[in-house]
């Protein structure tokens, strides 16, 4: 989320993710094909790929959002304004994450779909800041309270994956070249999905799809509407 290098060479980071980021975008892009209607991203840095009939993309730092604004802050839209959101690895990047998640819930109409993931066994990377990682089940209790009812909720990776980062960590030339050494493995990894209410206790990322409870305009605690 910051204005960092972290945008440079988009590309070939993308070629070079590591195994749970495979994992992860698989993940997410299959949610994904589920939503419908008009759907926001919420931290969506340089991810370009099409949910629902059009999506809006919020961001503070990347280089060409639809919307630049800072999560930190209520956004920019009307109450229900939404038909689905995505939000994948970022609360972890704002300091009130369930200030965040009540915001999401307000724009969304009720019974929208949130698909959304957040760090769990994971290293430190602000990006500005990182503040906070979040068991399976701690995301489903955040959700909750929100607003959200949770239709599924797991987590992706295990052990194996969690080893591998920890080791391509200790040297920038290592991970280089374990990422190239493991392109042709891909498929194993992106494979394989989270089951509904199973994770692994080392699992590098929480995930989960909720609905924003049709019994409630808005979440309880939250910021109040925004201006269009």
């Known amino acids: 989320m910051s204005s960092t290098g972290r945008w440079h060479f988009a590309r070939l980071r993308a070629l070079l993710q590591p195994p749970n980021g495979i994992a992860l975008n698989r993940w997410t892009t299959d949610q994904g094909r ?3 209607g008009r759907i926001v991203n919420i931290g969506s840095g340089m991810d370009d790929r099409l949910f629902g009939r059009w999506v809006v993309r919020v961001d503070a730092f990347a280089p060409r959002p639809t919307v630049r604004a800072d999560l930190e802050h209520p ?3 009307m109450n229900e304004a939404f038909d689905g959101a995505v939000c994948t690895e970022v609360l972890e990047h704002v300091r009130h994450a369930q ?7 307000r724009i969304l109409r009720p019974g929208a779909p949130l698909v959304i993931t957040i760090p769990f066994v994971f290293r430190y990377h602000p990006d500005p800041g990182d503040y906070c990682r979040l068991t399976p089940a701690g995301l489903g209790d955040e959700l909750g309270r929100a607003g959200f009812d949770v239709q599924f909720l797991g987590g992706i990776g295990g052990r194996c994956t969690v080893a591998w980062l920890m080791v391509e960590s200790l040297h920038p030339l290592l991970k280089t070249t374990m ?3 493991w392109l042709p493995f891909r498929p194993l990894f992106s ?3 989270p089951r509904h209410g199973t994770w692994s206790t080392w699992a590098p990322h929480a995930v989960a799809v909720a609905t924003k409870r049709a019994d409630r305009s808005r979440a309880p605690g939250g ?6």
């Open 75 to 77: 956004l920019p839209f």
């Open 34 to 36: 589920r939503l419908s």
């Open 179 to 181: 990422r190239l050494l």
């Open 191 to 193: 494979a394989r999905k």
């Open 99 to 105: 200030a965040l998640l009540e915001e999401v819930c």
């Open 223 to 228: 910021r109040g509407s925004a201006g269009p």
